[in-house]
Nanobody, 131 residues
Framework: QLQASGGGLVQAGGSLRLSCAASGFTFDDYRIGWFRQAPGKEREGVSAIKSSDGSTYYADSVNNRFIISSDNAKNMVYLQMNSLKPEDTAIYYC??????????????????????????WGQGTLVTVSS
């Protein structure tokens, strides 16, 4: 089970930290991704982290503003979102997959950002950024 939390209303330029709690999993190697979906738009990959080597992946639109991290002991993944913009407004979801792929492939083909590559999804948390 995945539980996303931490969403809310924030002014442009502000920060939020999203949390994703994973429970009931005993996988050694997994990847957790953050996705978002704005009204009328497709779900898009925001960031991901790979448990085996700590590799991280970011969409160009959030690079240098968002930071993904994990606490494996607590089965938690975080998304620190800084310098938020109104276009960051969306429902944010965390998702998990155990499909092991090479980091070079994940990054080069942007497979980390493909929603279909994830098997388990949390319920989503709403982030609203006001201008």
């Amino acid at each position: 089970q995945l539980q996303a939390s931490g969403g809310g209303l924030v002014q442009a330029g502000g920060s939020l930290r999203l949390s994703c709690a994973a429970s009931g999993f005993t996988f050694d190697d997994y990847r957790i991704g953050w996705f978002r979906q704005a009204p009328g738009k497709e779900r898009e990959g925001v960031s991901a982290i790979k448990s085996s080597d700590g590799s991280t992946y970011y969409a160009d639109s959030v690079n240098n503003r968002f930071i993904i991290s994990s606490d494996n002991a607590k089965n938690m993944v975080y998304l620190q979102m800084n310098s938020l913009k109104p276009e960051d407004t969306a429902i944010y979801y965390c998702a998990l997959t155990t499909r092991t792929l090479d980091s070079t492939v994940l990054r080069g083909l942007r497979l980390w950002a493909v929603p279909g590559g994830y098997d388990y999804w949390g319920q989503g948390t709403l982030v609203t950024v006001s201008s």
